[in-house]
Nanobody, 124 residues
Framework: VQLQTSGGGLLQAGGSLRLSCAAS????????MGWFRQAPGKDYEFVAFIGPIGGRTYYADSVMGRFTISRDNAKNTVYLQMNSLKPEDTAIYSCAADRFNRGSVYARSEYDYWGQGTQVTVSS
């Protein structure tokens, strides 16, 4: 599976942005999908997860109520809608695919495939 992330950019606090992650292959609908981010000088941080058919979603406390993860299996794409952005949301955002559903969706080790990341910069 190859993942292509897009949609990052530079914007002011309070704005909105939608990230996309397009996957290759025919088995996208069997993978859980996650978003992680890495701010400068910090470790990777879990952002959101969505189950294979979209029935389960989980969010980091820091983005709960502001970010929404969704997916369109017909388009092999997962999205991250980000609203009310804050300067502390500045990071490189990466999507990842969970092939084996081991259950630890908050951990980087859960995921088997990673996209290249897209920069999101929020100015105050």
């Amino acid at each position: 599976v190859q993942l292509q992330t897009s949609g990052g950019g530079l914007l002011q606090a309070g704005g909105s942005l939608r990230l996309s992650c397009a996957a290759s292959g025919r088995t996208f609908s069997s993978y859980g999908m996650g978003w992680f981010r890495q701010a400068p000088g910090k470790d990777y941080e879990f952002v959101a997860f969505i189950g294979p058919i979209g029935g389960r979603t989980y969010y980091a406390d820091s983005v709960m109520g502001r970010f929404t993860i969704s997916r369109d299996n017909a388009k092999n794409t997962v999205y991250l809608q980000m609203n009310s952005l804050k300067p502390e949301d500045t990071a490189i955002y990466s999507c990842a695919a969970d092939r084996f559903n081991r259950g630890s969706v908050y951990a980087r080790s859960e995921y088997d495939y990673w996209g290249q990341g897209t920069q999101v910069t929020v100015s105050s």
